[in-house]
């Protein structure tokens, strides 16, 4: 029998002017990336595309090609805009 055990990270914050996001991903994607790693990839993906869709297929584009992710992978990246 296989059990699954989901622990998150959570976090807290107020929401400012400045751009934030919430990168959802599996346990594939956080075995290569630590938070703050993804954070700044996405953060420099939409400074340079400015597209949310793209940011996060790059995101997942670098898990499995560049970092050799083994593991399922997939992430939903959701921007709050003002």
Same mark, same amino acid.
């Given at each position: 029998?296989?059990?699954?055990?989901?622990?998150?990270?959570?976090?807290?914050?107020?929401?400012?002017?400045?751009?934030?996001?919430?990168?959802?991903?599996?346990?594939?994607?956080?075995?290569?990336?630590?938070?703050?790693?993804?954070?700044?990839?996405?953060?420099?993906?939409? !400074?340079?595309?400015?597209? @949310?869709? *793209?940011? /996060?297929?790059?995101?997942?584009?670098?898990?499995?090609?560049?970092?050799?992710? !083994?593991?399922?992978?997939? @992430?939903? *990246?959701? /921007?709050?805009?003002?």
């Amino acid at each position: 029998m296989v059990a699954l055990i989901p622990t998150p990270d959570v976090h807290s914050f107020k929401h400012t002017k400045k751009g934030c996001f919430i990168i959802l991903g599996c346990d594939g994607l956080w075995g290569v990336f630590g938070a703050g790693d993804a954070v700044e990839f996405v953060q420099n993906q939409l !400074k340079e595309t400015s597209s @949310a869709s *793209l940011a /996060v297929r790059r995101l997942v584009k670098e898990a499995v090609r560049e970092r050799r992710c !083994k593991d399922n992978c997939a @992430a939903v *990246l959701i /921007v709050f805009k003002h």
